[in-house]
């Protein structure tokens, strides 16, 4: 099992492009999650998906949006990238939405130039 | 979810204990202590949790005290590989939202 992936790695963008963050689970989890950790600071959620096809804010969610694909894929779109969104994201996925053993990702690492 | 506090930073020898505290004073009763840490650069990793008895596994032990406001983490033998930030966690077992709120941590140091 690879456990929860994470592409790209790395990622530089200019200010006002756009991307999107990948993101997919092999262990059959019902909720997925996206967290971005900005330098000397905790963890920060951005988005949620509790199950297939619902998707719901968490504490920092403008700039952002998401789409999820289907059980395994959860991905993370920067429209229009800023400066302030320079961080590293992180994946993460759980059996459930209640449940608080979560499984992360490697992480992406993106600059917004 | 009650409020966590862990010292900022803390060192142990390759082979000993280390021994990480958390204070958590206004925990409630249906609410459990979680840990996870994250290596430099990586994705956190969940370590152990509990209600109120001490749990061990694998990676480590959990001692929570009686009256419930603090425990510890216990890594019994640490070696380098496990120098990372070490996060304190207390969270309702079952809620909605899976939010987990990642605060400051210790930064455990393991040195030879």
């Known amino acids: 099992n690879a456990g929860v992936t994470q592409t790209p790695k790395f990622q530089v963008l200019k200010t006002g492009q756009s991307m999107t963050l990948q993101c997919a689970q092999d262990?059959?989890?019902?909720?997925m999650y996206w967290y971005r950790q900005d330098p000397g600071m905790g963890l920060r959620l951005i988005y949620y998906?509790?199950?297939?096809?619902?998707?719901d804010k968490g504490e920092v969610p403008n700039g952002y949006n998401v789409s999820r694909l289907n059980k395994r894929e959860f991905s993370l779109r920067l429209e229009s990238a800023a400066p302030s969104q320079t961080s590293v994201y992180f994946c993460a996925s759980s059996v459930l939405a209640a449940y608080n053993e979560q499984f992360f990702g490697p992480g992406t690492r993106l600059t917004v130039l | 979810d009650a409020k966590t506090t862990q010292p900022p930073s803390m060192d142990c020898a390759e082979g000993r204990a280390a021994n990480l505290p958390c204070n958590h004073s206004t925990i409630s009763g249906n609410e459990y202590v979680y840990w996870y840490r994250q290596i430099h650069s990586q994705g956190p990793q969940y370590i152990i949790h509990?209600?109120?008895n001490n749990e061990t596994n694998e990676m480590a032990s959990l001692i929570i005290t009686e009256d419930r406001k603090s425990s510890t983490l216990i890594l019994p033998h640490a070696t380098l590989r496990d120098t990372a930030v070490y996060y304190c966690i207390v969270r309702v077992a079952m809620n909605q939202g899976g939010k987990l709120i990642f605060g400051q941590g210790t930064e455990l140091s393991v040195k030879p």
């Open positions: 509990g209600l109120k």
């Open positions: 262990m059959n989890h019902n909720s």
């Open positions: 998906s509790a199950s297939e096809g619902t998707t």
